[in-house]
C-alpha cells in the first residue's frame, strides 16, 4: 500500500468527522431559543409615566420615570427636568425603546445637556446610540471608573446586543466621556453624584462601580441597578462581601428621609403604587432570599427553582435565570439554545465543566480592566 493510499483511507474518516462536527455546529448555533421579535413589545403599557414634584419651595425641577416594556426588560430612564433644560439618568436597551424615550424628551421641550450613566451595562448604556443621533448637542458622562468600564466594554456590548435584539440593537455604542465631579449643576439646582456604591454586577468584577444619583430638591434616589421593585434582581457575579456593602447601602436610605426612590428595573404597571419603602424592602429581601437559596442549593436549578417558588409569577426573569448561571459558571446555558443543552447533555461532564470555564474567564476578561 503506497503512503498516499494510506493518507487517502485516513482522511476520509477525519474529512467526514470535521464535516459532521460543521453540520453539528451549523445545527447548534440554528437553535437559539432568543429571537431578536421576542424583544419587541406587542403592545405598549398605557400607565402614565409618572411624574414627581420638587419638594423643595420654588425650585424648578421635576422627574420624569420613563420604563420601557416587559419585552425590553423594564429598563429606567430618568428626566430630570428644569425649566429650559434637561438631565438624563440612563438610556435605554435597545433601538425601539431609545426611540420612544427621545419621542418623549423631545415632547417637553427641554435642551438635553447631559446624559448620565450609573454603571457601565449595556442595558443602560446602548440606547445612547439614538439619543446622541437624534440630540446631537448632548453631552454623555459618567464617573471615571464607570466611564473607563464603558468604553472597555463597548466592543463586546455591540456584539451582546445585536445577539439578543438583532436589528432592534442600539449600535454602535457611544462613550460615556468622565466627569470627575460629585455634582451636577442644573439650572442652579444641585443633583448629587454619590460614586463606588455597590449593585448588580453581572460579568463584571464583584466591586463593580455604580454612582447614584441624588436630587436634593425632590428627596429623589436614582441608584439604577441597585434596586429594583417587583422583579427579580441580577445577582450573578456577586459575592458575601460584595451583597453585604449593598445591603448595608440599602439600610442607611431607609433611614433617610427619601420622597423618591427610582429602581434600574420595576415593570411599567407597578410604577404607580411604586413607594420608596416598598422599593427599598423589595431589594432587601430578595438579596436575603436569593443568599438563603444560594446557601441551601447544590445546582443553579434548584436554586431557580426556589426563587420563582419564593416570587411566583414575578417579572424580569432573565435576571434570576443569567444571575444564577453567571454563579454556577455555566455559561452555555446564557446562550438559551435547547439544541446546544441537548448536545451538552451527550458530552462528558467535566468537558463541560472545562469548556465552561474557559468561556467564563474569557468573557470576564472582555469585561474588566487589567
Ligand atoms: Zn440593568
Known amino acids: 500500500m503506497t503512503i498516499k493510499r494510506v493518507l487517502t483511507l485516513v482522511s476520509i474518516p477525519v474529512l467526514l468527522f470535521v464535516a459532521f462536527l460543521i453540520g453539528l455546529a451549523v445545527w447548534v448555533s440554528g437553535g437559539s431559543g432568543q429571537n431578536a421579535s421576542d424583544f419587541i413589545p406587542e403592545e405598549l403599557d398605557n400607565t402614565p409615566y409618572r411624574t414627581y414634584e420638587a419638594v423643595v419651595p420654588d425650585s424648578p425641577l421635576t422627574l420624569r420615570h420613563f420604563v420601557s416594556e416587559l419585552e425590553e426588560i423594564n429598563v429606567s430612564s430618568s428626566m430630570i427636568m428644569g425649566e429650559r433644560e434637561m438631565v438624563l439618568v440612563a438610556t435605554q436597551a435597545t433601538k425601539l425603546a431609545a426611540e420612544r424615550l427621545a419621542d418623549e424628551i423631545e415632547k417637553t421641550g427641554l435642551n438635553l445637556s447631559i446624559v448620565y450613566l450609573g454603571h457601565a451595562h449595556l442595558d443602560h448604556s446602548q440606547g445612547a446610540s439614538v439619543l446622541k443621533r437624534r440630540f446631537p448637542k448632548a453631552r454623555f458622562l459618567a464617573a471615571p471608573r464607570v466611564s473607563e468600564l464603558q468604553k472597555l466594554r463597548m466592543g463586546s456590548d455591540d456584539e451582546r446586543a445585536i445577539g439578543r435584539f438583532g436589528d432592534n440593537a442600539a449600535v454602535p455604542s457611544v462613550p460615556f466621556e468622565p466627569l470627575d465631579s460629585k455634582v451636577i449643576m442644573l439650572e442652579g439646582r444641585e443633583i448629587q453624584l454619590w460614586h463606588d456604591h455597590y449593585g448588580d454586577v453581572g460579568l463584571g468584577h464583584h466591586d463593580e462601580p455604580h454612582t ?16 429594583y421593585y417587583d422583579a427579580h434582581i441580577m445577582m450573578g457575579g456577586s459575592t458575601p462581601e460584595n451583597r453585604a456593602k449593598w445591603k448595608a447601602q440599602i439600610r442607611e436610605w431607609m433611614k433617610m428621609d427619601i420622597a423618591v426612590a427610582i429602581p434600574g428595573h420595576v415593570p411599567r404597571k407597578s410604577t404607580a403604587h411604586m413607594t420608596p419603602k416598598g422599593v427599598f424592602e423589595h431589594s432587601l429581601n430578595y438579596i436575603e432570599a436569593y443568599e438563603e437559596a444560594l446557601a441551601s442549593s447544590e445546582t443553579s436549578e434548584q436554586v431557580i427553582n426556589k426563587m420563582l417558588q419564593r416570587y411566583p409569577g414575578m417579572e424580569h426573569t432573565s435576571a434570576l435565570y443569567m444571575g444564577t448561571y453567571i454563579n454556577f459558571q455555566e455559561i452555555h446555558k446564557l446562550m438559551n439554545n435547547p439544541r446546544l ?16 470555564q474557559q468561556l467564563f474567564e474569557a468573557s470576564k476578561d472582555a469585561a474588566n480592566p487589567h
Not at 212 to 227: E, G, T
Not at 341 to 356: G, H, K, N, Q, T
Open 212 to 227: 447614584v444619583v441624588y436630587i436634593p430638591d425632590l428627596k429623589a434616589l436614582l441608584p439604577n441597578d441597585i434596586l
Open 341 to 356: 443543552e441537548l448536545v451538552a447533555s451527550y458530552l462528558p461532564s467535566d468537558f463541560v465543566r472545562w469548556a465552561d
